[in-house]
């Protein structure tokens, strides 16, 4: 069974980067089948895709936050991890990190619990 | 960027069938879109309910299916239970490794 744990500060000060990490356990990072994927959801509102990771250092990321986005591995701790730069308040959410499927049927099969990140001086 | 479009809310009666929508404004959702739908309750994470338009996730019951009605994506529920109150969200492949999640609809069972 497939597991993602979110970590990071609950808090983020204005104009500062958000960072985030996810834990894998149950399953190898490296595996080429999946891709790895965070998306966020703003309180009382819908799931927005930000982006996600596969293999060899590839990604894609949501053209909306592209220019404020990285998402990175480190495959030695089966983790991965995500920045988001110069957030505003517009930027507190729920955060979520989920395994997705790199070929067809291209959906996501796990999700972490989830954790909240507030952007507030 | 497309928008995917979602019923905000919805109700149906205990026992009954309920069908919730998925559109693209701009177009057709097609099983080149990959429809998968997730399932929230407020306070959790999104569960997999279908994914690739009409396969249902692993212990989802058959009561749900998906399929393709029109120019959209549908999630039917039939035998509507109490417990099947929640959110639900589709999510489209929109091509070159992106995806795009509807706004969600809130269904009451009542």
């Known amino acids: 069974q497939v597991q993602l744990q979110e970590a990071g500060p609950g808090l983020v000060k204005p104009s500062q980067t958000l960072s985030l990490t996810c834990t894998v356990s149950?399953?190898?990072?490296?595996?080429?089948?999946?891709?790895w994927s965070w998306i966020r959801q703003p309180a009382g509102k819908g799931l927005e895709w930000i982006g996600r990771?596969?293999?060899?250092?590839?990604?894609t990321y949501n053209p909306s936050l592209k220019s404020r986005v990285t998402i990175s591995v480190d495959t030695s701790k089966n983790q991965f991890s995500l920045k988001l730069s110069s957030v505003t308040a517009a930027d507190t959410a729920v955060y979520y990190c989920?395994?997705?499927?790199?070929?067809?049927?291209?959906?996501?099969?796990?999700w972490g619990q989830g954790t909240l990140v507030t952007v507030s001086s | 960027q497309a928008v995917v479009t979602q019923e905000p809310s919805f109700s149906v009666s205990p026992g009954g069938t309920v069908t919730l929508t998925c559109g693209l404004s701009?177009?057709?959702?097609?099983?080149?879109?990959?429809p998968s739908w997730y399932r929230q309750i407020p306070g959790q994470a999104p569960r997999t309910l279908i994914y690739?338009?009409?396969t249902r996730s692993s212990g989802v019951p058959d009561r749900f299916s998906g399929s393709i009605l029109g120019n959209k994506a549908a999630l039917t529920i039939t035998g509507a239970q109490a417990d099947d109150e929640s959110d639900y969200y589709c999510?489209?492949?929109?091509?070159?490794?992106?995806?795009?999640f509807g706004g969600g609809t809130k269904l009451t069972v009542l």
């Open positions: 999510m489209l492949y929109m091509g070159s490794g992106l995806w795009v």
């Open positions: 990771f596969y293999t060899s250092g590839n990604t």
């Open positions: 690739s338009t009409n």
């Open positions: 989920a395994r997705c499927m790199l070929y067809r049927p291209y959906y996501f099969d796990y």
């Open positions: 701009s177009g057709t959702v097609s099983t080149r879109h990959y």
């Open positions: 149950g399953g190898s990072i490296s595996s080429g089948s999946f891709c």
